[in-house]
């Protein structure tokens, strides 16, 4: 059984902080790549995070860097992903994914979201005064 499963989702306020996590049963997620990607109401899926196989690579969009913190807990078969400074542009479904590279690409800027192999169901994140 492969299965991802987000959590740490809720309710902030502006300026407020969380951190999500991606917690993995049946596979072990030091052998993929793992996104963070978000969707809106009414907008597209789009990329937050990523970390590679190694850790090496690193990737965050421009909405997010510098106040989110991509990282993993290799005990915990866990990956998170930290968020500071939340703004209510932020608010958004958040799914984590795994891609195993295979060999091929380990490099977050060389995969793309429909290359992932796995994907959570989400975590609501609501960032409302």
């Known amino acids: 059984q492969l299965r991802l499963v987000e959590s740490g989702g809720g309710l902030v306020q502006p300026g407020g902080s969380l951190r999500l996590s991606c917690a993995a049963s049946?596979?072990?997620?030091?052998?993929?790549?793992i996104g963070w990607f978000r969707q809106a109401p009414g907008k597209e899926r789009e990329g937050v995070s990523c970390i590679n196989k190694s850790g090496g690579s690193r990737y965050y969009a421009d909405s997010v860097k510098g106040r989110s913190t991509i990282s993993r807990d290799s005990a915990k078969n866990t990956v998170y992903l930290q968020m500071n400074s939340l703004k209510p542009e932020d608010s958004a479904v958040y799914y984590c994914a795994a891609y195993d590279p295979r060999g091929l690409f380990n490099l977050c800027v060389s995969v793309g979201m429909d290359d992932y192999d796995y994907w959570g169901q989400g975590t609501q994140v609501t960032v409302s005064s």
């Open positions: 049946g596979f072990t997620l030091d052998y993929y790549m």
